[in-house]
């Protein structure tokens, strides 16, 4: 299979919260969102959600 070349693309989702706001269901639920958020801008996204999300947070990560 050396000969094969893939291509792979990804979106992902993170949810940054402090444990006093509800728990680990609710950070679950929080990253879930933002997974959906980064698919629904297109490939290669990230989306961070909640209020420790730092505001130049996309600019940090690039996917390649």
Known sequence: YSDIE?????SIGIS???IKEGGY???YKKADQA????KS???RQIYCY???CPDNFK???YLT
């Open 6 to 10: 893939i291509h792979v693309s990804c």
């Open 16 to 18: 940054a919260a402090d």
């Open 25 to 27: 269901l609710e950070l």
């Open 35 to 38: 997974l959906y958020h980064a």
């Open 41 to 43: 801008m297109g490939k």
């Open 50 to 52: 909640g209020k420790y």
């Open 59 to 61: 600019k940090d990560i």
